[in-house]
């Protein structure tokens, strides 16, 4: 028995309906891709290393600095990049990893998950980074900077080593600081992708905006 068939009416409503839909996805990827590959504000990096900072270079090693913020999701890919840098740098790289700690925050507020993967890297230490003093001194101001000293003090490397956020895999920052570690050619700068360390009141607030 043929069943009823849909109206004329009908037809054009279920038609509209996937035209919005199919629109709505694809403006929604559309809108995912271009924050994938937005990345934060240009930094003012030191040419040479501030004297000031609580960090002391180890002589005849190079010297890495991360800023990260612990509770930004973007930043587990920055640390899984680093731990490649540090398993083909080995000795060569002295490095450390700064989690911002908000002044008004509670005690250990930044040691969750993050601070923990940090740790866990061979060759890297974890410090606490006071109000953001050290990202200050060190012109970063997003999650997941990195700042690459040689063994003179002169700054070789500035940038992220992620190609977008939160996203892990063969990139032009992380291959740029392997080579310079490694004496060879390598870019200076690449974009940081993650989130804002000057801002941390959202995240603060319990929002995982990346």
Request: hydrophobic share 40%.
């Amino acid at each position: 028995m043929e069943g009823r068939r849909p109206s004329a009416r009908m037809r054009l409503m279920l038609a509209v309906t996937g035209v919005l839909w199919g629109g709505a996805v694809v403006g929604g990827m559309t809108a995912l891709a271009r924050y994938s590959h937005t990345a934060g504000p240009s930094a003012e990096p030191p040419a040479r290393f501030p004297e000031d900072s609580a960090l002391r270079p180890t002589p005849g090693r190079f010297l890495l600095v991360m800023l990260a913020h612990p509770r930004c999701p973007c930043t587990r890919a920055s640390l899984a990049e680093l731990q490649e840098v540090m398993e083909r740098a080995g000795p060569r790289v002295d490095a450390h990893v700064l989690f911002l700690h908000p002044e008004r925050a509670d005690a250990a507020w930044e040691e969750g998950p993050l601070w923990q993967r940090a740790a866990a890297i061979p060759g890297v230490t974890v410090r606490q980074d006071e109000g953001g003093v050290e990202a200050q001194r060190f012109g970063a101001t997003t999650s997941g900077h990195v700042l690459l000293f040689d063994a003179g003090g002169h700054l070789r490397f500035s940038g992220g080593i992620t190609g977008s956020r939160g996203h892990e895999g063969n990139n032009a920052g992380r291959a740029s600081v392997e080579a310079l570690v490694m004496q060879e050619e390598g870019r200076s700068q690449h974009p940081v992708y993650g989130c804002a360390l000057e801002d941390p009141q959202p995240l603060l607030a319990g929002s995982q905006r990346p």
